[in-house]
């Protein structure tokens, strides 16, 4: 999977290079991005991040659209400096004009949301419950508490969970 993408964001460099006649600075590529970001261009540390699983589920488009997404942010940054618009109009003539592609701001791909469980809380005098997530059932845990907006008893866990 990694020499793919690693082969398309050299050849975008490359492309870039032709395009403006000058050299680039060459980024380390890492794939340790989760959640809804397919990547995500670091300015100052010269570093891009890819999702590997929206690039596994989508890799044709991610291929050619994200990653010259993301090499057009690092281009811009090395072109016209720290004062310009992240989606400006720099970043547009590199995605229009080197690498031929519309200039999107946000990718289309399906997002899987993770399962997450739930930690059930009560107070007597409500008839609902009030689902922690796993974060705030550990703060409970180690002593923090959260009481009921209605009567300020304290919430307490129910020993249920449930999965959304």
């Given at each position: 999977?990694?020499?793919?993408?690693?082969?398309?964001?050299?050849?975008?460099?490359?492309?870039?290079e032709?395009?403006?006649?000058?050299?680039?600075?060459?980024p380390?590529?890492?794939f340790?991005?989760r959640?809804?970001?397919?990547?995500?261009?670091?300015l100052?540390?010269?570093?891009?991040?890819?999702?590997?699983?929206?690039?596994?589920?989508?890799?044709?488009?991610?291929?050619?659209?994200?990653?010259?997404?993301?090499?057009a942010?690092?281009?811009?940054?090395?072109?016209?400096?720290?004062?310009?618009?992240?989606?400006?109009?720099?970043?547009?003539?590199?995605?229009?004009?080197?690498?031929?592609?519309?200039?999107?701001?946000?990718h289309t791909?399906?997002i899987?949301?993770r399962?997450?469980t739930?930690?059930?809380?009560?107070?007597?005098?409500?008839?609902?419950?009030?689902?922690?997530?796993?974060?705030?059932?550990?703060?409970?845990?180690?002593?923090r508490?959260?009481?009921?907006?209605?009567?300020?008893?304290?919430?307490?866990?129910?020993?249920?969970?449930?999965?959304?």
């Open positions: 999977m990694p020499e793919q993408l690693n082969s398309r964001v050299e050849s975008c460099f490359k492309q870039a032709d395009f403006f006649k000058r050299p680039f600075k060459r380390v590529v890492s340790k991005l959640g809804q970001k397919a990547g995500v261009a670091h100052h540390e010269n570093l891009l991040r890819f999702n590997p699983q929206l690039y596994r589920e989508n890799a044709e488009d991610f291929l050619k659209q994200t990653v010259a997404h993301e090499v942010h690092l281009v811009a940054h090395q072109l016209f400096g720290d004062s310009i618009q992240p989606h400006g109009e720099e970043w547009q003539l590199i995605m229009r004009g080197v690498y031929e592609l519309p200039p999107h701001r946000c791909y399906e899987k949301r399962r997450a739930r930690y059930i809380y009560r107070c007597p005098c409500v008839d609902s419950d009030f689902a922690f997530s796993a974060q705030r059932h550990n703060l409970v845990r180690q002593g508490r959260y009481l009921c907006r209605r009567c300020r008893h304290t919430l307490e866990y129910s020993g249920e969970t449930r999965v959304e």
